[in-house]
């Protein structure tokens, strides 16, 4: 096949943040590319994930700075009240209009936009629908999908995509996990005085973040909600009048209005053709690529979530960056970039947030044998008259 007889020279399963900024770098730099996008153009940052995580995280502060704004001699007239459905249909709106960005977005750069699943038949043919295209180079980003461990009575409970857009906001709730999602959460729904217990099976929370700033924020964060380490849910039952009773490992018994859980995101790698083609995955469906994001067969790629490195935005933006530049680069230096991932700044938007880049002390330790360890802790300036411990 000459190269001109493929449809695309580019095409992309997946308009989220990867396989967005990977399709509009190609088609700058003169390929010609397709993109599929089966649910929402953004991913799950723009719809599910970092966008509306944030806007419910601002939302969340308000009921903080109400309290604070007294110390500072404001009086505020009864009790402020908030409107669950008012966030969410004005989050819906932002999304929708942030939808529509990214569609203007990919048609200006000359991407052709296909809202449509896409399945993978051979090495260089993708099914639309009953439709079929061909591509020299193709790129799997489709991202991850959480998931519910198999416990009795899971089709009771949530994740975050459906927290996202619930009809009512439950009085109570049990978040169960310990990563960032369900320290965000945690601190968003407090917030908006939903009671709140988090539930986690390890012994401490945020694994991977310096053990010293974990175990500061768990003492925080008991002060909004309450906190089981050490435990799992083992049974969800729903009772007659709606609510959720919730046996734990512990033998505690809660009875809540929402169980989410949020203890990890598996690769969305089924059924879209990659194990009958042949594409090596690990054992949780994550696609296996090299340093230069390729699989395991020459001219199909993967970057982001489904890679399941590091799952965070800024990384599926670089890899699909550094991946389209390397494909289509006109000149050597973008074709040799590498994605380094030692120094990776993060942020948790937990109550009080969280951010960290490089080393943690303990792998510091690991690495260098004289270590000299600074630590302040201190009240922010803004609270010496809010009168909040924090
Ligand atoms: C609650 C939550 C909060 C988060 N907060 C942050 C944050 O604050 N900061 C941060 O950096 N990261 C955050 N993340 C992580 C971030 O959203 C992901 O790392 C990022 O979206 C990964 O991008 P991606 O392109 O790999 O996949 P995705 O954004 O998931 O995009 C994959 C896309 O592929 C589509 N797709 C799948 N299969 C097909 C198919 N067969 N055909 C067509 N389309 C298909 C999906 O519909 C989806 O739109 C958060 C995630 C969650 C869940």
């Keep these: ?66 309290e604070d704004a007294r110390g500072y001699g404001w009086e505020l007239q009864g009790e402020p009240k908030f409107h669950w459905s008012t966030l969410r249909d004005n989050k819906d709106r932002e999304i929708q209009r942030l939808n529509a960005v990214y569609l203007g977005m990919l048609e200006r750069a000359g991407v052709v936009v296909h809202q449509q699943r896409a399945v993978l038949l ?6 639309l629908g009953d439709r079929k295209v061909t591509a020299r180079e193709i790129l799997i980003a489709t991202g991850g999908w959480p998931v519910i461990p198999d416990i009795e009575g899971k089709e009771h409970a949530i994740t975050s995509n459906e927290l996202f857009s619930l009809t009512a906001l439950p009085d109570s709730i049990l978040i169960v996990g ?57 049974k969800i039952h729903k009772a007659t009048n709606g609510k959720l009773q919730v046996l734990l490992s512990n033998d505690i018994e809660l009875t809540v209005g929402a169980v989410m859980f949020a203890t990890g995101r598996n690769p969305n790698t089924t059924g879209i053709g990659l194990e009958e083609l042949g594409v ?10 090299n340093d230069d994001f390729t699989t395991s067969i020459r001219n199909i790629h993967a970057v982001g979530d489904v890679i399941d490195r590091v799952a965070l935005t800024p990384v599926a933006l670089a890899e699909g960056q550094i991946l389209a530049q390397r494909l289509f680069g006109k000149n050597d230096a973008g074709k040799r970039r590498a994605m380094r991932y030692e120094n990776i700044p993060t942020a948790v938007f937990s109550n009080p947030n969280i951010a960290t880049v490089g080393l943690d002390e303990e792998g510091a330790r690991q690495q260098y044998p004289n270590l000299a360890v600074y630590r302040s802790r201190f009240t922010a300036l803004r609270h010496t008259l809010s009168g909040r411990q924090e």
């Design 122 to 127: 051979d090495k260089h043919t993708i099914a």
């Design 280 to 289: 090596e995955l690990e054992e949780n469906g994550a696609i296996i690529v």
């Design 178 to 234: 310990g990563g960032y999602i369900a320290v965000e959460f945690a601190g968003i729904l407090a917030g908006l005085k939903v009671v709140t217990t988090l539930v986690h099976r390890g012994s401490s929370l945020l694994r991977g973040f310096d053990a010293e700033i974990a175990g500061a924020f768990a003492l925080e964060l008991q002060k909004y909600a309450t906190l089981h380490l050490d435990t799992d849910v083992t």
């Design 1 to 66: 096949m000459q190269l001109t007889d493929f449809d695309y020279d580019f095409f992309v399963i997946g308009g989220g943040s990867g396989g967005v900024r990977a399709s509009r770098i190609a088609a700058g730099l003169g390929a010609r590319v397709g993109l599929a996008e089966e649910r929402y153009l953004g991913g799950t940052c723009v719809n599910v994930g970092c966008i509306p995580k944030k806007l419910f995280s601002y939302a969340s502060h308000y009921a903080h700075d109400f």
